[in-house]
């Protein structure tokens, strides 16, 4: 039954909302670029991976169900879905038509409003809102036959309580991210990870079908790498930064900024295929990482939309731990001290990557 | 495919969102009315009527499938859907666990955010929203087993063309609504609910698997009234006469005021009896009508809860057609000349009905 499993997150996790110019809709062009990247790698996967015959489509069963977990709103959770249901029925064009239902997920504050009402009115499937955590089930059991989700399994359920903790070893204090130069801060993360990744997995084992595939696109590194030494660390320490800042000015308190630490971790390939293989449901088919071009490209081409695309991420976050009223002026702060240190960027000696996992799911 | 059967209904067909006062959450307790009172019907229905060897469930299909069409907001959605799962589970109970997936329908500018965020965690069932409207596809062929729709198709899925054409002979000017003082209007309005319900039981019909059961629950007439003498049609006819009113006072033209008819129809149960057998895709299992109580009740407890919950209702069909400026302007003398009339509503001769319909779907 669902109810034991079903819970919820703060509603920090959604991305901002509507289409304003400050919205996840308007500014999530780097999510669009991981959308693109792996848009040949999801058709290849689908060719070479899909089994149909295992799925066990008949003539009073010809629904394929697809679901998206963590799709925020749109556009790019609707390019993704067409994507798919184009590879499904090109690899399925001799057989007899199938429907395909999308599952649109994501946390129960996300703007659903916004994707039911920019939902294409010729496209070519039913769709349906999924709210709700997906560290939690979803679905019943084996109704899925193709599950998705893009850039979102790197944010954990929580930031683990060690690192906010004073008494902790694994207390960061001076850092709001697991920045790879604590060895205990990174255990308290790299656990957490490896629950909340364990905790999905379960949960899409019950509702996928056997034979059934899923596509994980999320953040990483490379191995033995930390996140210090990658762009986007010095980005999130930029951001930490601002929030001392914040401080020094007393907009905000100092233990403020000190239980302040980011739900986001960046995991290395080796650690992804050891949980995977603990947990046991799924076999691993692909295991790649994306082009970098993308962060890359958008590195250098707009200060202002890495401004604008890290507010709309991660506004709630700040908003919930600080007020809403200190947003404005750290993000305004941000702006200023990203145009004023755009240059070490550049002298970042790693970029993260961006893994492609094809998992298939067993049959019992 | 559902490519092809997809439209959409003007926004304005939605609820007033939200919980604010003025939303359709704190203003529908008439609807919960209808809930309530239509409550042990559901349960009977179900207990007498459905039958679980003809739904085809077995080991690997254990999935009962439930939609609301037209759920708008919670909470009444919720209480309606936590009932049929009870009945269905109580009658279900001597063999193995079903899983309950829900889909919640409204036009896609329905507030799904408060939908979703209103969701009890307790809840023993998979949910999700299905935005768009019901005069069209929604779902896959054959994997719905319980249908419902609870005061939602009195609503047409347009105003009739002839009735706000000043040169048709069904031009409706001086009312806002099919009062069935015109014969011409009357069955301008009864065709396009004749074609709107034949358009809802096909596409309810491909959905529902065979055996499976619907209940509608719609505003209606008793054989033979028109609205014009039931006290619901006074009410709109009030409605009416403030928009002539303000017609008057020179905030609206005149113009507007002809070219606005309200998209309902109160239909008698032999107009629906009708429809549905011509149809040919269900069964009549059920056709009776809900207590009265409700509305003798609500006309004269509360002067106040009249004018909020008509404004939750009307608001955005007002809005729409004479401009959001003037929704305020109306809606305060709505509820003066309410205050000043009450009185008419104890001499209407006659009350509106409410329809409760148990249909099961015929095996193809």
Redesign the interface.
């Known amino acids: 039954?669902?109810?034991e499993e079903?819970?919820?997150l703060p509603k920090s996790w959604a991305m901002v909302?509507g289409d304003g110019p400050q919205s996840y809709t308007q500014n999530s062009s780097y999510q669009k670029g991981v959308v693109d990247a792996s848009k040949e790698m999801v058709t290849e996967g689908i060719k070479d991976k899909l089994d149909f015959k295992s799925l066990?489509f008949d003539s009073?069963?010809?629904?394929f169900r697809i679901a998206d977990f963590g799709c925020s709103v749109g556009p790019n959770t609707f390019l993704a879905v067409e994507n798919i249901i184009k590879a499904v029925e090109h690899k399925h064009s001799l057989q007899r038509?199938l429907?395909f239902?999308v599952?649109f997920n994501d946390v129960?504050?996300?703007?659903?409003?916004t994707?039911?009402?920019t939902?294409h009115?010729?496209?070519?499937?039913?769709?349906?809102?999924?709210?709700?955590t997906f560290y939690g089930?979803?679905?019943?059991?084996?109704?899925l036959h193709f599950a998705y989700s893009s850039y979102c399994l790197q944010w954990l359920s929580k930031v683990p309580n060690e690192v906010v903790d004073s008494k902790s070893p694994a207390w960061n204090k001076g850092s709001i991210q697991c920045d790879g130069l604590k060895k205990e801060v990174t255990k308290a993360y790299s656990a957490q990870f490896q629950s909340d990744m364990n905790t999905f997995l379960n949960a899409r084992a019950q509702e996928i079908v056997g034979g059934g595939l899923m596509v994980i696109i999320m953040a990483g590194l490379p191995d033995g790498i930390f996140m210090s030494q990658a762009g986007v660390g010095m980005y999130y320490d930029l951001l930490g930064s601002c929030l001392v800042d914040m401080a020094k000015l007393g907009v905000i308190s100092e233990e403020k900024v000190d239980s302040f630490n980011l739900p986001l971790y960046y995991s290395s390939s080796k650690e992804i295929e050891e949980i995977i293989k603990v947990n046991g449901n799924f076999s691993i088919e692909i295991m790649d990482s994306l082009s970098h071009q993308i962060w890359q490209t958008s590195k250098k081409s707009n200060i202002e939309v890495s401004v604008s695309g890290g507010r709309a991420v991660f506004q709630g976050l700040v908003e919930e731990h600080f007020g809403s009223e200190v947003v404005e002026k750290t993000f305004e702060h941000f702006a200023k001290k990203l145009v004023d240190n755009f240059s070490i960027f550049d002298g970042a000696a790693h970029e993260h990557i961006d893994h492609f996992i094809l998992l298939k799911r067993h049959f019992n």
Request: aromatic share 8%.
């Open positions: 039954m669902a109810t079903i819970k919820e909302g066990g009073s069963n010809c629904t038509p429907a239902q599952f129960p504050t996300n703007d659903f409003n994707l039911s009402k939902l009115s010729s496209r070519k499937y039913f769709a349906a809102g999924l709210p709700g089930r979803l679905l019943p059991k084996s109704t």
